[in-house]
């Protein structure tokens, strides 16, 4: 069955770096579009990253523009999102989500991963 | 930027309906999406393309479209569709997906 499965999350201190792994299986990789989405505690839905299906092409929220970076290993069927500069205001669950090849919804869902900054 | 507006919350007693809307220039020319996030839980995809069930969601949900404002309507609600429930879309040139802020529906 098709699986978004998160990883890498912690706590880090303010200026600090940490790397998110979404590790899929059940689908094709190369056939979707996967998404970074995050949510902090107690607030909504933020949408922060994309990759197109061979990684060239990226779009980023502007909250994050800069200081992340989403790329995609096609042979591990694995996507990351790269975060630098992390701010107290990063602090949140970070989700991968699948988007339909139909049109722009999000149709699986991994579990999330806490990232915590705070010194 | 773009943004999505929803109501912060709803509250309907069991049996009612519930209505949420979700308000964005460019909804006219993208499809609206609707999310459904319990406590603890990822976000279910509950409606697509504006009017459309996902797979497995009971016929009492609903979406409409009037304009640059979308509608989820649940019907007859009941005591397990307490929950936060998000509208997301593109803008208009499709580079940028949003969320609306969240719609916290209380079963009275």
């Known amino acids: 069955q098709v699986q978004l499965v998160e990883s890498g999350g912690g706590v880090v201190q303010p200026g600090g770096s940490l790397r998110l792994s979404c590790a899929i299986s059940?689908?094709?990789?190369?056939?979707?579009?996967i998404h970074w989405i995050r949510q902090a505690p107690g607030k909504g839905l933020e949408w922060v990253a994309v990759a197109s299906y061979d990684g060239t092409e990226k779009h980023y929220a502007d909250s994050v523009k800069g200081r992340f970076t989403i790329s995609r290993d096609t042979s591990s069927s694995t996507l990351y999102l790269q975060m630098t500069s992390l701010r107290p205001e990063d602090t949140a669950v970070y989700y991968c989500?699948?988007?339909?090849?139909?049109?722009?919804?999000?149709?699986?869902w991994g579990q999330g991963t806490m990232v915590t900054i705070s010194s | 930027s773009y943004e999505l507006t929803q109501p912060p919350s709803v509250s309907v007693s069991p049996g009612q309906t519930a209505r949420i809307t979700c308000s964005g220039d460019?909804?006219?020319?993208?499809?609206t999406y609707w999310y459904q996030q319990k406590p603890g839980q990822a976000p279910k995809l509950v409606i697509y393309?504006?009017?459309e069930r996902s797979s497995g969601i009971p016929e009492r949900f609903s979406g409409s479209s009037s304009g640059t404002t979308v509608t989820l309507t649940i019907s007859g609600v009941q005591a397990e569709d307490e929950a936060d429930y998000y509208c997301q879309s593109t803008n208009s040139s499709g580079r940028l997906w949003v969320f609306g802020g969240g719609t916290k529906l209380t079963v009275l």
């Open positions: 989500a699948r988007e339909r090849n139909t049109d722009a919804a999000f149709d699986f």
């Open positions: 460019a909804l006219p020319q993208q499809y």
């Open positions: 393309q504006d009017t």
């Open positions: 059940g689908f094709t990789f190369s056939s979707y579009v």
